[in-house]
């Protein structure tokens, strides 16, 4: 056995999100747990990858990105956001959201440089920063409001500041910037070189009418952002791993230079079907109604028992306080419910560096109708 280096990440394990996969797997629980749709995507998405691999494009796409797939994502922001990125300059084809992600940060990220990072946050901002020598500055937003206070954010900057990390909306508090959150955030970002990362993964599942507000829609910020944004949230294809990175010229350069040695390129048949799939907007403007039945519906089927229901504004989670349920803290009642109620969820604590618990679970609801009603089922026994 030879002695194995020091870790590069000493603290980090398993995702808790592949640990509650694994359980309910073993307890035969119902998954509401990690972040993946249970029904299948439009066929006609389908039917696009198989003409595309029988047509014969099966060998390395541009590094980039194909220039069909980045001209519909630009026509889609500008449709959007009247925003508008320069396809082949500014779009950059990835290997999902987290790869975007690592890449940002692995980009410009050096030793000592701080990132400012809102608690709850998804589990791979922490960990790539800190690979590659940066420091977290955390800012924790509470349940249930999880408001910002943009002074304490404000005194989080200092010379060392690098970048800010946003998610928006954001998983797994469902909770959406608004427009006071922007202009704060321009206060702050004013007259530095500070760049932000913007995690805009959920950006199509927003409810009860409100409004995405997009980090590009600001030229004070769109001039020092990187947006992410993700297929496998898009068209119900977690698995396929595709995703894109849109930032002015400067930082996509940037961008590129690591990328190339990242994964070079993504999936050349799936870049296409995408493409194709995309000169219909309706399959994205639908999104947020068709994620809104299935949160009304859980809501609905939840309101009446003993479980708090906090704001869902958008994202596909549903964040549940329990503490009229149970004193248990969250990972022990997130365990408890796996194995004796079958459903598992994901304890909310897990989202921080030092909450220890706030009573709190989150659901995925990104699941087929049954799914949700054997769910709710169990869950009313409580
Ligand atoms: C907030 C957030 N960012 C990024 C990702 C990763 O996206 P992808 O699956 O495209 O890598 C996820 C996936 O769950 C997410 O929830």
């Excluded at 198989?50 to 994502?73: C, H, S, T």
């Excluded at 996509?252 to 995408?274: C, G, W, Y």
């Amino acid at each position: 056995m030879i002695k194995l280096p020091l870790s590069k990440l000493c603290n980090v394990g398993t995702t808790i999100f592949s640990q509650m996969t694994q359980l309910a797997n073993e307890n035969e629980a119902i998954n509401l747990s990690q972040g993946f749709p249970d029904f299948m995507p439009d066929p006609e998405l389908l039917n696009y990858v198989d003409r595309f691999i029988k047509e014969g494009f099966n060998q390395y796409a541009p590094m980039g990105g194909m220039m069909r797939l980045k001209e519909e994502i630009a026509k889609k922001i500008e449709n959007s956001h009247k925003s508008v990125y320069h396809p082949d300059t500014e779009i950059t084809i990835t290997a999902g959201g987290t790869q975007a992600i690592f890449t940002t940060i692995a980009t410009f990220i050096k030793k000592d440089d701080e990132v400012i990072i809102f608690e709850p946050a998804y589990d791979c901002y922490e960990p790539t920063v800190e690979l590659f020598g940066g420091v977290v500055k955390r800012f924790e937003m509470n349940a249930p409001d999880f408001e910002i206070d943009w002074n304490m954010v404000k005194n989080l900057v200092s010379d060392k500041t690098k970048m800010i990390i946003l998610n928006n909306p954001n998983n797994p508090s469902g909770k959406i910037l608004k427009e006071n959150d922007i202009q704060e955030l321009i206060k702050i970002v004013e007259g530095t070189s500070i760049l932000i990362l913007s995690d805009e993964v959920y950006e199509n599942i927003v409810f009860d009418g409100k409004q995405h507000l997009s980090i590009c829609k600001y030229p004070e910020l769109k001039k020092r952002s990187l947006l992410v944004a993700s297929f496998g949230k898009l068209f119900h294809i977690t698995g396929w791993k595709v995703g894109y990175c849109a930032a002015p010229k400067a930082l996509t350069d940037e961008f590129r230079k690591i990328h190339q040695f990242n994964v070079f390129s993504v999936n050349t048949p799936i870049q296409l079907a995408l493409a194709e799939y995309m000169k219909n907007p309706d399959h994205y403007d639908q999104l947020n109604q068709f994620f809104q039945e299935k949160r009304d519906f859980l809501r609905k089927g939840l309101a009446t028992t003993s479980f708090e229901l906090l704001d869902c504004e958008g994202t596909y989670f549903q964040a549940l306080k329990y503490d009229k349920v149970s004193d248990k803290n969250d990972f022990d009642f997130a365990r408890e419910l796996t194995i004796n109620y079958k459903v598992a969820s994901v304890p909310f604590s897990s989202f921080y560096k030092n909450k220890l618990n706030d009573n709190v679970i989150r659901l995925c609801f990104a699941k087929k109708q049954e799914t949700l009603e054997r769910a709710i089922e169990n869950l009313a026994k409580l």
